[in-house]
């Protein structure tokens, strides 16, 4: 349904989607967002009308790609990255220091990714990154990946047919940290309470040690980093 | 194998399988396998033998919530509530998959107060082996 124009003024979009939108011709400067999902886009701009009205519009294409195809990109996304944390070495060897030497499957950071974003455009993926080990771990974790980020675009390239691969930006993501530490917190009052409710009804010393020694114990005694 | 543990709809009856072996673990193991869609969470001794399990999907969450990072939390905490009061005391992890269950669950057990000797990741990787599924079309 090509209504009437030069075959060269037709280009495909640069978003995902197999649509092909009207280039802006050199003389008058057109908008297009094209949303649809098949064919060629819907208006056609034609006539010095419309060519005046939209001259005060910005000259670039933008597209906008369907929110639900957004969402399976970001859960495909989600689910390569994962994979090439686990398989793929350079990455492994980014986030773990300590894996080239060969001290391989005793970790003393675990890196998970928790969350992907992709922009409605499909050009830039946020990826939430959470780490789980000491302050240094996480440092050393998070720098890795940022170091590492032209890598991992050409690997999701290759691994993801899409037409243009996202640029790619790791951030931390405390909320693990956060939530762990609120119920942490919440734990610790629910054992208080329970403590002196049966304090208050019968003197019941075993209860009583048995919950200091919950409180002693140190979670972060046993854990042996392997350096 | 040793035999299954059979599988209990509810959890308010105990597991017919903990009254046969009663015996005080100081040191066990607990391996995560934690999928895009769920977590499992099986405590073991050290030589592999089953004492307790729980899943996402056993703690009564359904369909994608069984995927969350809470489901693995609370499945982590259902699993250690059986095997603390055996008196577990230091565990090593084994973590197996991607997916949000590694790192919740690992949280989870931290907090219940069980020391972490080791925390390993024992995903399966073939030193090219079978041909893997197609890949998805986004």
Request: include cysteine; charge should be positive.
């Amino acid at each position: 349904m090509a209504y009437l124009l030069h075959p060269q003024l037709i280009l495909p979009c640069p978003c995902g989607w197999r649509h092909n939108i009207l280039a802006p011709p050199s003389s008058t400067a057109t908008t297009m967002s094209p949303v649809l999902r098949t064919g060629l886009s819907g208006s056609v701009h034609t006539g010095e009308a419309f060519a005046r009205r939209s001259r005060s519009r910005s000259r670039s294409v933008r597209c906008m790609a369907n929110p639900r195809r957004v969402k399976m990109v970001a859960k495909q996304i989600q689910r390569e990255l994962s994979d090439m944390l686990l398989t793929d070495n350079v990455l492994q060897f980014a986030v773990l220091p300590e894996a080239s030497l060969g001290a391989d499957r005793y970790l003393s950071s675990l890196t998970t990714i928790s969350d992907v974003e992709v922009s409605s455009d499909l050009q830039v993926v946020k990826v939430y990154v959470s780490v789980f080990g000491d302050e240094r771990g996480k440092e050393v974790a998070l720098a890795g990946l940022k170091s590492k980020a032209k890598y991992v675009r050409s690997e999701l390239g290759r691994r993801m047919k899409l037409r243009l691969t996202p640029e790619i930006r790791f951030i931390e993501d405390e909320s693990f940290e956060r939530g762990s530490r609120v119920i942490a917190i919440l734990d610790k009052i629910k054992n208080d309470k329970s403590l002196e409710n049966e304090n208050r009804e019968s003197l019941d010393s075993s209860a009583q040690e048995d919950d200091d020694n919950w409180d002693d114990v140190d979670p972060d005694e046993g854990i042996i980093y392997v350096d | 194998m040793a035999k299954p543990i059979p599988k209990i709809g509810s959890r308010k009856n105990g597991r017919i399988g903990s009254r046969k072996h009663a015996r005080k673990i100081p040191k066990g193991v607990i391996h995560v396998q934690a999928s895009f869609n769920n977590t499992i969470v099986t405590v073991t001794d050290v030589r592999g033998r089953v004492i307790s399990w729980s899943s996402a999907g056993t703690c009564g969450f359904k369909g994608t919530r069984r995927g969350t990072p809470f489901a693995a939390q609370t499945a982590a905490g259902n699993a250690i509530r059986t095997v603390a009061n055996q008196g577990m005391q230091r565990a090593e992890v084994m973590i197996k998959g991607p997916g949000l269950g590694r790192d919740a669950a690992l949280r989870a057990i931290r907090r219940s107060g069980i020391l972490l000797n080791f925390i390993r990741d024992v995903t399966p990787m073939p030193h090219n082996g079978c041909r893997s599924p197609k890949k998805r079309r986004v």
